[in-house]
C-alpha cells in the first residue's frame, strides 16, 4: 500500500505509468489519496524549466503541473504552449503579462492549483530538481503536517544544504546534512522548512491563512508565508530523507563582528532592496518591534564598519522607509 492510501480505504484498480518505472503503481485520483498540483515559478531559465516539466511528468502521484511563467524573453511562453499539447500529465501555462517576481508568480501558482481542486500544492522554482522518490517520500507524513518540504541539497554536494538552516534548540546554522540526520526525530526536523523549494501546501492551511503577499516581489515572501502558517499553528517540517537538489547559491550571510553574526549582503540592487524593505516588515509583524530595530541597527554596522559602502546604507533606509509607509513600488526602478 502506497503512503497516500488512507487505512481501510478501498482501492482503484492501480494504474502503472511507463515513464515511472522505477516507482511503485500510481493509485488514479480519488477520494482515498489527495489531488496533488506541482505549481512552477520560472522567468528566462528556459533549459532548467524543460528539465523539470519533464521530471515532473515522470512523478506518478502529480495529477497536473502549473506553471507561471513570470513574461519571460527567452522563448519559454512557445514552448510551454508546445508542451501544453502533448500527451501525458497536463501541464497548464499561466503566462503573466510582466514580471510580478517569485511572489507574484507563487500567489498565481497557488491560487490556480487550488482552483483546479488540488488537495495538496507542490510548489517550486524552476531550477530545483525533485528526486523521483522525493513526493512519495513527502507523502508519507500526509496528515500529519500541514506545511512541509525536503532537504534542498546543493547539486554538485549533496552531503550539504543549499540553504543553511538552524536546527530546534540550537543558536548556530549547519550546513551539514549527516548534522540534520543526527538530529532528525522520526526521519523529521520540525518546525523548520524551506518554503517554495520542493514544499508541500494543503488545501485546507491555504484556505485558512490565504495567499502569497504578491507585493514583496521577491525576498521574505516565502519566509513571510511560513512565519504566518506557524502563527496559525500549521504542523511544519522538513523530511531529511525526501531531496530536492539545487544549483549552488555560494555561501550565504557575510560574516560581521568578527564571525559571531552574518549579513544577507547582495551585490544585487534590486535584491537587497527587496530583502531590506520584506525583513524590516516581517520581523515588525512576526517578531516585534525590538528585533526590527536590531536588523536596522545590524544593517547600519555592516554597512558602515563591515563593509563600508555609504551608497547601499541609503539605498537601505529608502526600503526601511517604503516598506513602513506601505509603498510596495521602489524595486521597480530595478527592473530591466
Not at 518554503?195 to 502569497?212: D, H, K, M, Y
Not at 545590524?298 to 541609503?314: E, S
Request: with cysteine; aromatic share 6%.
Amino acid at each position: 500500500m502506497g503512503p497516500w492510501c488512507r487505512a481501510g480505504a478501498r482501492l482503484p484498480t492501480p494504474v502503472c505509468r511507463p515513464s515511472a518505472a522505477r516507482l511503485p503503481c500510481v493509485t488514479p485520483p480519488g477520494p482515498e489519496r489527495p489531488r496533488i498540483v506541482a505549481a512552477v515559478v520560472t522567468f528566462n531559465r528556459l533549459e532548467l524549466l524543460r528539465r523539470l516539466v519533464a521530471r515532473l511528468r515522470e512523478v506518478p502521484q502529480v495529477d497536473e503541473v502549473v506553471v507561471v511563467d513570470n513574461d519571460s524573453s527567452d522563448g519559454t511562453g512557445a514552448w510551454l504552449a508546445e508542451v501544453a499539447a502533448t500527451p501525458g500529465t497536463p501541464v497548464r501555462p499561466r503566462l503573466l503579462p510582466e514580471n510580478r517576481g517569485g511572489a507574484g508568480g507563487f500567489r498565481e501558482g497557488l491560487d490556480a492549483a487550488v482552483e483546479l481542486g488540488a488537495d495538496l500544492v507542490w510548489l517550486m522554482d524552476d531550477d530545483g530538481m525533485p528526486d523521483l522518490d522525493c513526493l512519495e517520500r513527502l507523502l508519507v507524513h500526509d496528515g500529519a503536517l500541514d506545511f512541509w518540504g525536503p532537504a534542498v541539497v546543493d547539486a554538485e554536494r549533496p552531503d550539504r544544504l543549499v540553504f543553511p538552516i538552524r536546527l530546534p534548540g540550537r543558536a548556530t546554522v549547519v550546513h551539514d546534512m549527516a548534522a540534520v540526520r543526527a538530529a532528525a526525530v522520526d526521519g523529521l526536523i520540525r518546525d523548520v522548512v524551506i518554503p517554495f523549494n520542493g514544499v508541500l501546501v494543503t488545501r485546507e492551511l491555504v484556505q485558512r491563512i490565504g495567499s502569497v503577499r504578491a507585493e514583496l516581489f521577491i525576498w521574505g515572501d516565502d519566509h513571510e508565508y511560513r512565519l504566518r502558517a506557524e502563527r496559525a499553528g500549521a504542523r511544519i517540517a522538513t523530511v531529511v530523507d525526501a531531496t530536492v537538489r539545487h544549483p549552488s547559491v555560494g555561501d550565504l550571510g557575510t560574516p560581521m563582528l568578527g564571525g559571531r553574526m552574518t549579513y544577507n549582503h547582495s551585490p544585487s540592487d534590486l535584491k537587497h532592496y527587496c530583502m531590506a524593505r520584506n525583513n524590516l516588515l516581517n520581523l515588525r509583524e512576526y517578531r516585534g518591534p525590538l528585533h526590527a530595530l536590531a536588523f536596522v541597527a545590524k544593517t547600519v554596522w555592516f554597512y558602515l564598519v563591515t563593509r563600508r559602502d555609504l551608497g547601499r546604507l541609503r539605498l537601505s533606509f529608502s526600503a526601511f522607509v517604503a516598506g513602513l509607509r506601505g509603498d510596495f513600488t521602489g524595486h521597480r526602478r530595478f527592473l530591466a
